[in-house]
């Protein structure tokens, strides 16, 4: 039998089982991220529109944790085939992108403790996820975690602000005030008379 008969036995077997033909020359590759795309397509998605007019498209299921967007898209009006667009130009990309992802692999959620107790180390607090996302910041680059913990307070992401604030709190622990300004970048604006008087009403947390 040649090429030509069994590309022809080929297409009868598919036309009788209405098997859809693919070229042989079709990249797989191709159909995989075709498929994929058609998925994603299926599922809800909200349009957010961040700082410097960047676009950032998420699924709602996701993104509906964050009550701030929650409640606009409760108020919204709009069409079932529309994807919801929501302006939020005081988050950056990148900020907003990191918190999208975290929402999308947070499956178990921790406990979160408060205070923070002592004797407890960032992975005694939280689970083996989100100890990886909060242990790559540290002081290097602790200005994109006060990036995220900043979004989430404006967004009303409560469980992850938790989870930024036990970061920090475990960073600032046992530093002094002038260490805490230098890892913050602030400025010591407090005059010798308000710094003594701070010291005086404090100094019983210095004795114990």
């Known amino acids: ?49 961040l700082k410097d007019c960047k676009e950032l498209l998420v699924e709602k299921k996701y993104i509906m944790e964050c009550a701030l967007i929650s409640d606009i898209l409760e108020d919204a009006d709009s069409e079932e085939d529309e994807i919801p667009m929501i302006p939020l130009s005081n988050i950056e990309y990148e900020t907003m992108e990191k918190i999208h992802l975290f929402l999308k692999g947070s499956i178990e959620r921790s406990e979160i403790r408060k205070p923070v107790p002592l004797n407890q180390t ?27 913990l900043n979004a989430c307070n404006f967004l009303n992401l409560k469980y992850l602000l938790d989870l930024c604030c036990i970061r920090i709190s475990l960073m600032i622990r046992g530093k002094s005030s002038q260490e805490i300004r230098d890892l913050f970048g602030l400025e010591d604006d407090f005059t010798e008379e308000e710094r003594e008087k701070i010291r005086s009403e404090n100094k019983i947390y210095e004795e114990l």
């Open 122 to 148: 960032l992975k005694d607090l939280v689970n083996p996820y989100e100890f990886s996302f909060l242990d790559q910041y540290n002081e290097v680059n602790v200005d994109d975690l006060t990036r995220i």
């Open 1 to 49: 039998m040649n090429k030509k008969e069994v590309s022809i036995k080929k297409q009868t077997i598919a036309k009788k089982n209405q098997i859809p033909m693919i070229s042989e020359t079709t990249n797989s590759t191709e159909n995989y991220k075709d498929t994929q795309k058609m998925v994603i397509e299926k599922e809800p998605m909200v349009k957010l529109v």
